[in-house]
């Protein structure tokens, strides 16, 4: 099939499918979760052969996948995510009576999903950005990741067989291989209506940028990485020097560096105990074994980052990586505020097991550096209650920056529920107003139309006076379950 | 004031602004609204030289614009838009805990609004987007239209003793004159997270393009006008002729046509009632007495278009507009659908009180019609209840071209609440997902942000585990007022 009877079948679904009852999506959406989990221990080793991910890993992954499916489906039965609104009419309103106005949110259309390397299931094929524009009611095509085809077929195999078992039509889910072009020929396609991206800056701006120059643009959710700053203050550090060098080394470590949370930036009090935190933070990644990465080019990359970065001035080597073709030994660098401020190099991603620690004088040079940070999924502080309480100005500075906000804990490990933003400002993504993890990510595929004075039969049943559903609706600009 | 110094004013004064409580600003908007009134009759006087539109109109757009002010207000008391949810810990939690996550939405930043033409007081200074940007928390700098220079100064003088009153900086809402080259300054510029724009296709795309290659991308609601389709079904055709001619008529010379909703085309069947149908529209938008458009670059225009358009081939000119500097005299043309589908340059808006009318043969043609309209911010379905519920394949194309879909009345007059969507996909507008009227509108100035295990005294009081302000939120899934 050529890319454009791709796109044409996709339409052609998306008339039934956006038709599809929320019940019937939502076994649709469990059902992909059970022929996943029946694919069994092949799923999981076919995928550590294409992605060098232990086993153990792979069956958390695995786990996620199926609990995101799980968390939509749960969604969809509750309808509140469609923000169902209605106005009843007024007609003896003065000056001018009131129409009977009706609002919920519809699919887009069909959605171009691009697997994520370092995500062989829970970002891929049936992950989470293809889970959320199922739920929203848009077919998928889906650009399989060229770093796991195999595990990409057997789960494409999953979405086939529920897909049948439910009736639906074939078109709902695509599966697509293929070089950039084919990349780009669906991004361009006038029948997408809308597109997500797990990679990286280069990767994601190109889309964006293509999907603005469309005759007719479209949104574009790219996640695009992020250095995730840690900021570690004054009292806390001293307080606690060995437990946050062990907490930061694992966070660094955690996957062979290669989430897009890990925390690649560490601000530390320049004071007595910077020496300790930097010698156990040197320890624990100098004594690391290094692990496979999951693919040569992401190796490649990662020591042409680091060899680009450890050369910029001011910038001093503590660990030094040897470079392998497969395997990512850990690294660490460490410089000060000053240096950090003159050099936006600095900022730049080195995706795997390394972290800059950028060592800082007082509270208003942590300050200056927050104001010059580009946007980030997460941003870390770690303080005491006292400090953080004190630290009014880095907390609201940092919070401009960034998706999530942790006060303790590490970046790595994103919770999929309906409180998680896994997003943030340019360029960590392409719109900030969204997240691509939790049940949030639905809202991205879908937009709202109103009905004005409509007969009841051609209201869906989620705007129908009965509420047969019986959701959550705004009547009136209120919160209700009542009917109207 | 630089333009660089307006844009440093705006963000200085965000850092204050951002952290206002909910109160202080429905306590502002109100103010704001409140002002407006105490302008008195001068306002209207003044807007009704500079627009040439008449009071009785202007009464009630200064009545709707201190409406939204008080909507917005309501909203912010209610709290219920800034979508609060909480995943509270779950420390026991196998295999791995989880932390306690709280998200809600939070302004962007800086907005920049444009003044539009057609609505001096409802879409201008403390019109719609400002008001809505304002109550999300975002300070605005206004690019007064051109048209009503006056009428914006007093309308500023009206905001600045507002925020006067409540104590809030004078950064908070800006006033700017200028031309096009001062609008593409305020966009390019890098403390701008956001423009709103009501306009032409021309204007709004132009916008557009420019956030799109800032080298930090924003989001732009450029609502950029619509056609707003008319569908007459057969049977409703036949047995109310004469009223849906009258309706249709009304509708086109409401505001001289000068509304973003005015129906432009208009489909009937080719039947017996054709001639009766388009003999009574002609003869209403002819015997109309053509009023003053806004200004005479709108008048220009308006002929230019209708010029352009009536030479089309296949286009018979039913009612004829003779060229005036500023009066807008109506127009009437019909032509066939076959010939229409040949044709997109018959899709293209003609702003002012002409509609061009589309015979049809049978649904069939009706629903080719359909499938190929461009984005619309409106689109009418006029059917009996029995053809309606015969016309879900029409009801369906219509549904995906359109923010709004009317099945009785007229698409002019657009209701501020929070049910309406006035939007809708390109070229009706840039972003699909969003609404200009109505409180839904706030949404387009917020992102969402997670904190993680934060301490209560860092969290916004939305957030708080006592629900200080009592407002809805999500708490583990599910819609509650209650405590943590």
Known sequence: MSLDQVLQTAEVAFHTYKKTPAQVKATFLRAIATEIENL??????????????????????????????????????????????IDPALPDRKPLPRPDLRRMLFPLGPVVVFGASNFPLAFSTAGGDSAS???????????????????SQLVFGAIQQALGSCGLPTGV????????????????????KAVAFTGSYKGGKAIFDQACQREQPIPVY????????????PEKAEAETVTLAEQAAASVLMGVGQFCTCPGLVFYPQSQTTESFLDLLSQKLGESIGDKMLHE????????????????????????AEEDVLTGHAALARTNVQEWLKNTALQEEVFGPFTLVVTYNDMAELEQAAEVLLGQLTCTIWGTTNELAEAGNLVDTVREKCGRLLFAGVPTGVEVSPAMTHGGPFPATSDSRSTSVGTNAIKRFARPITFQSAPQDLLPDELKDQNPLSIWRTVDGQFTKDPI
């Open 222 to 233: 790219a996640e695009m990485g992020s250095i995730n700053p840690v900021f570690i203050l």
């Open 133 to 151: 524009a199922l739920a929203a009611g848009c077919p998928v095509v889906y650009k399989e990741h060229p770093g796991h085809p195999k595990t």
């Open 173 to 192: 889910f695509q599966h697509v291989s293929g070089g950039i072009e084919v990349g780009q020929e669906l991004v361009k396609h006038p029948k997408t």
């Open 297 to 320: 080019g992401i190796s490649k990359n990662y020591y042409q980052g680091l060899t680009r970065l450890l050369a910029e001035s001011g910038v001093e080597t503590l660990v030094t």
């Open 40 to 85: 069994g221990d092949e799923l999981l080793q076919v995928a550590s052969q294409e992605s060098n991910l232990p086993l153990a890993r792979l069956t958390g992954e695995r786990g996620r996948t199926m609990n995101q499916l799980k968390a939509f489906a749960e969604l969809l039965e509750q309808g509140g995510w469609l923000e169902a609104t």
